[in-house]
């Protein structure tokens, strides 16, 4: 799929104040600094369209990203990172589990999880309780560039089998790197594909 226009809608505390539309809307979740707004930005190809930072917590509101004017990336932040002080942590984590839970437009979920990790247990956690969820999702194995393929694939095949414990249906999966651009075609030709439904 073409990227034509791509813009910052609103950014938004909560779902209360988010934009009132129609569009359909493809969100990114996953832990703080595992390369969120750095996917936003390799799928439309504008640098600096989702902010990304090296440091961790960057992204602190819900952002709307309306692209080739029909539909919408949603730049959610991250779980997991502890120097957020105590008050607002808790906010978002209620603000971007309503967001997942409640947001009628969603249309899917990604979950980006770490290529260069064995599986961690906050995304475990997380995983588990999105399947409680009436929601449809899979997974991105960011930063393929850092490590082997082989890491990456043993990583990967780790993390399968330690979901099964706790889901019954298999995630599709995605791999992507910011820098080497694997990934780009893969999501949007599945973001492309879901629109067509
Ligand atoms: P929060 O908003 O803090 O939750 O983080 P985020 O998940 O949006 O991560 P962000 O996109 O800001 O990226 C975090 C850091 O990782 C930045 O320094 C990025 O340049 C780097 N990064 C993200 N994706 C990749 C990747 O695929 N490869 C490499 N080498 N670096 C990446
Ligand atoms: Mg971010």
Redesign the pocket.
């Known amino acids: 799929m073409k990227i034509k226009s791509a813009e910052f809608e609103t950014s938004a505390p909560t779902i209360a104040s988010a934009p009132r539309w129609t569009l359909p809307e493809f969100a990114f979740i ?10 936003i930005n390799l799928l439309t190809e504008r640098n600096a369209l ?10 602190k509101l819900i952002n709307f990203f309306r692209i080739n004017t029909n539909w919408c990336l949603v ?1 959610l ?2 779980y997991g ?1 502890a120097k957020v002080n105590r008050e607002d942590r808790a906010d978002f984590n209620v603000a971007v589990a309503n967001y997942i839970e409640k947001r009628d437009v969603l249309v899917h979920l990604f979950v ?1 999880i770490d290529s260069r990790l064995t599986p961690q247990k906050i995304d475990l956690e997380f995983l588990n309780w999105l399947s409680t969820i009436d929601v449809a999702f899979s997974l991105v194995f ?5 490590v082997s393929m082989n890491a990456v694939e043993s990583n990967v095949a780790l993390f399968k089998s330690t979901m099964k414990s706790f889901m019954t249906v298999s995630p599709k999966i995605f791999t ?4 080497t651009k694997r990934g780009r075609k893969e999501i949007l030709d599945f973001i492309e594909a879901e629109l067509a439904r």
């Open positions: 996953g832990r703080s600094n595992v390369g969120k707004s750095s996917l989702a902010k990304a930072s090296v440091t961790p917590g960057k992204t730049d932040p991250g990172y980006l960011t930063k393929t560039d850092k992507s790197s910011s820098t």
